[in-house]
T-cell receptor
Framework: EDKVVQSPLSLVVHEGDTVTLNCSCE??????LLWYKQEKKAPTFLFML????IEKKSGRLSSILDKKELFSILNITATQTGDSAIYLC??????????FGQGTILTVHP | DAGVIQSPRHEVTEMGQEVTLRCKPI?????LFWYRQTMMRGLELLIY????????DSGMPEDRFSAKMPNASFSTLKIQPSEPRDSAVYFC??????????FGEGSRLTVL
């Protein structure tokens, strides 16, 4: 059974802090790892990582994958209150199956 | 672009009733997923389709749950009979495999 484990499960920081969220997977036929942000409604797509060691960046968010260890981190620098959300990691297999982790609840205080 | 469209957005029903949730994926996407989200269990994959064919339904909790995709633009998730423990937000999502997943806004189900 495919397994995705995220840590920490929750995190409380102040504006301006930098946070690192972790994701590790146990899966056969790994294809890609994806990160999503979920606020009040549905998850929205952030990054898709397929190759090892190549950083994907979008503004203050960045992510990188270690394909050998099936481990990824999501970094958020200079956090803002608007970054408060659940961050979900998911693994995509070559069969097209996407399995999510439990998520990390990030709370950014002003 | 309309995005993934789900209906109803909210459903409140009594135990034992049949519930049907509907989903229209993004046009051109070839994969469709049904997820259930609760506080306790997070986001769980129930079933997914590739080119309208069910690929993996191992996440469907039990025989009370069934899903169909009669064509590329429509899918249903049915619960019969419903039970209080089925209360959750049910998400439909689509993708152009192997691309990222795009979610609908979810159907919040409450079974009394």
């Amino acid at each position: 059974e495919d397994k995705v484990v995220q840590s920490p499960l929750s995190l409380v920081v102040h504006e301006g802090d930098t946070v690192t969220l972790n994701c590790s997977c146990e899966v056969t036929n790994f294809r890609s790892l994806l990160w999503y942000k979920q606020e009040k409604k549905a998850p929205t797509f952030l990054f898709m990582l397929t190759s090892s060691g190549i950083e994907k960046k979008s503004g203050r968010l960045s992510s990188i994958l270690d394909k050998k260890e099936l481990f990824s981190i999501l970094n958020i620098t200079a956090t803002q209150t608007g970054d408060s959300a659940i961050y979900l990691c998911a693994v995509l297999t070559s069969y097209g199956k996407l399995t999510f982790g439990q998520g990390t609840i990030l709370t950014v205080h002003p | 672009d309309a995005g993934v469209i789900q209906s109803p957005r909210h459903e409140v029903t009594e135990m034992g009733q049949e519930v049907t949730l509907r989903c229209k994926p993004i046009s051109g996407h070839n994969s469709l997923f049904w997820y259930r989200q609760t506080m306790m269990r997070g986001l769980e994959l129930l079933i997914y389709f590739n080119n309208n064919v069910p690929i993996d339904d191992s996440g469907m909790p039990e025989d009370r749950f069934s899903a169909k995709m009669p064509n590329a633009s429509f899918s249903t998730l049915k619960i019969q009979p419903s039970e209080p423990r089925d209360s959750a937000v049910y998400f439909c999502a689509s993708s152009l495999n192997p691309g990222g997943l795009f979610f609908g806004e979810g159907s919040r189900l409450t079974v009394l």
